[in-house]
């Protein structure tokens, strides 16, 4: 071993580096989602289907959607995803499919799926890495006549590279189709495949079509339930809890008012000139001065004095949930279940002054948890602005969230039964814990609201479970002394004299009436039952002559 | 509800914009360990403690560092950290600490613990945003007389901002000081405080001197228990198997090289002039172009063609793995376990070339496991380079690798016993599942590879649980009949006459001739079991005086 102990820091520094932003994730692609091959696959069409439901919802389309995913070798697939929605100008179709982190949702407040505008530049430098094609796209606008062309990304200085641009003829209607070669995916039929994604997607999407043609040509329609498009996302104002000093001086410092009082009532949401005063009286600033002056200390005072106020709610109408309408329906179309709550909670502060909306439900019975070797186990469906989260399960604030409450005080035992639980955050910003968007940071505030909402809903659904547990007490009782009606009468009948069958029958109809829950709740099953009891005790007593006359 | 329903494309790519990743991970900074308040605070120190290890390594330099928590208010703490590394240059100080993506790691393949060039400026980041203060560095290289200058990060452009330059004195050592105001964190004695994170990276680096001054002034020492620098991390060559076609094509056209087989010779590990002459009879291109000409179509043809090709295993030299021996003293210093079984594993190669190492422990006993109300469950320790990872558990691929394993088989059950398990992986690349580098994506290569190295660990260790069972069994077997043993010599000595003391001092030679192992491992607790045995029959007998007797 040689060391050199005389290294020098400019040794060292003379290998210092700047990098850009597509080649760090070009080295670091998992941190996209591009790791195992399924999870990759299933990466690119989220990306798509996301960017496509976006630019409909904004554009006020109903969202026709097609994904095609073709086998090319042995882990290389071509996926295709057509849209109906806006299109995207020229000029902006190398930016917006091969420039990491541009596009038109970072910097407004605005509920929409993405967020990023990492996705698709994500899907472009996954296709040139893994087989070194770019993207083809097709895009028709109401006013371009349409053209297609190829991108990729020239990773080490972050810009689009555009090429075979063609002019199309008119088409019927506006979208845009992408298209790209992948290596290294797998298409899988599992709960973590495609066919899972879009079908989550279309049933919390109730407004949505999607036609998806599997690698065997296996074409799926998901068609919409609801003729209502979504309203158009609002760019939200901030509300004044919650936020922070950063904030509110990156605000100020970029506002075009002349005063601060004014850049308050104009910035944030529920300021009045009523609030302002308020403030006057215990935030010791000067609410006339130029509010590109503010300092850290006055932006601080602010804030601390936000926090002595009261303040009216804040605004909901910018966030979109799902709807627990629709979350019914949805739940009914996926597990079709014995019962189920649904609960949508008043919006809630997260941190930064953004309002986010949670809706919980719990579904009981009917194909709700998912099968084990030993019975059931609970399943957890989680959603984060209508997208289904299918990876990175064990760091998400929902798993959480839904790990803290203590399931037996609602007599739910969420290990052995079967049920399903789904929670949606509705947000113009969800606080993702990786770049990936597949899992929600498990932030305090958040995790507490979901906490909040899921024991809303197991208050809802804890008298069905009791009645349920109730109800299976009382036909194991039932059974157990129906199973012994027959000796019992035939030994009366020997002690009195008196005739079997009216004896049974009597006895029969006691039990009944003590059990009026037993045969109204299991109709055929219960009679079923009754048979099996009877068979039982056939088998118990050797007297198949009696038993043939009962079921008569 | 209004729709535009004839918003144009031109409309909404209006807003379109680029951004910085200074911003991106501003609105983001969950992304990089900056959640909760207790992991934002070990987040801080993690980066820069990370960083002084590097720096020393790289530089030959035995790490002492001095890390300082004090506390400013509710949620506000100063977070100083001090080493003897080479420092920084002054041209450099600024990028180093306040450029997101920039750095001597990123582009190197060496083994490091940071290698993204995030870590340090996403600290000033945090810090600007939370208190508004800049972050103040104290710098002496062995050329420099030394400075001090505050850093922040202009995040628009991500540039540094670098203010209040003075010359200091001359210093004793070289080193860098940083030192840093944050709001919204809290320091936690848990397991996921700064304390459990100082102790087990000095753990795993036993060459390591910390000292840990804690909010109440309280100090820490974790002195070194080796005085061998580790090896300096030496830039590995790349091993042709497991190389992508875009590596070998960025590679080549990055290339000095005027031919192709000299491009190869001298740029991958173990390729010689003889696999060159192998290639040309099976890859039909031209092993004498221009490697800058290289296209995909030939990259794919030669990547596919090593695959045909036998290879020596990777080169090892440049990884540097914690060591069997050190990694066996670790877990005596912190668990001193009854047992455990260390294994380390050969070099295997993940994508992209990059070959890695696995180190696995299995330890029971001792302090090893958790504590629960009802028992013990088995616990994980996870490291990366040497770096312990706290946090984002559920998500990692350590955790899944442990998940997957037939623990049964071994005779271990890992939910109910005291058992322990640590993983350390070492790379020139660790596939990070998210920028806050707390956890192992779980790529199938690296699964497998730890799951290989637990089932050595396991196999080593399964004879003693199973030694240990049979001990459990026996000495159960042996305590129940010893407590037998008086009163069946009372009853023999009235059978027989002859005297107790004698009959029961040769049923007690039987037993403890029968049951060997139970007197030889259990030593004094074997003696106390005795006495416990002893006492429960003098309870079923009240005969004290023989009980008095037995004791002498």
Redo the contacts between chains.
Sequence with gaps: ?V????????D??K???????S??FK??R??LGY??MVRSLVTVVHEYVTNSLD?CE????LPDIRVKVERLGDTKYRISVDDNG????KG?IG??LA?V????K???NVQQRGQ??IGAAGCTLFA?????KPIHAVSY????SGYSCDVSIDTMRNKPVVSNLVQEGPAQH?GLSVSGEFDGVKYDTSDHGVYEYLKRTALSNPHVQIVFTDPNGQEYSFLRSVET?P??PKAARLHPLGL???DM?DLAHASGNNKLSSFLTDTFSRFSQGKVNELKEIVGIDFSMDPKKLT?DDA?KLVDGFKRVRWIAPEAEHIVPIGKKYVELTLKNIINPEFMNVVERKPSVFKGGFPFIVEAAIAYGGSSGRQTDSGYTGSIMRFANRVPLLF????CGI?EAVKQIQWKRYGIDIDNQPVSVLVNISSV?I?????GKE?I????EIVEEIKLALMDAARGIQHYIHGKQQLNYDTNRYKTIMRYTNQLSENLSELTGMQKEAIHEALKRLVIEHYPRVKEHAGADAKEEDEDAQDEQDEETGDSADAQEQEQ
């Design positions: 071993m060391y050199m102990a005389n290294s020098k820091a400019d060292i520094f290998e210092f580096k700047e990098h850009s932003v080649e760090f080295k670091n998992q941190m790791s195992s630019a904004e554009a006020g389309i806006p299109g995207v100008p902006f930016k917006a420039t982190l541009a596009g038109t970072f910097h407004r990023q505008g040139q890495i893994t087989t070194g606008t109401d006013t371009d506006t498009i309203e158009k922070t000093v950063n001086l850290w601080s990175d399960t064990g760091s798993t910003y606080p993702y814990s990786g770049v899992a940071s498990p932030e305090e």
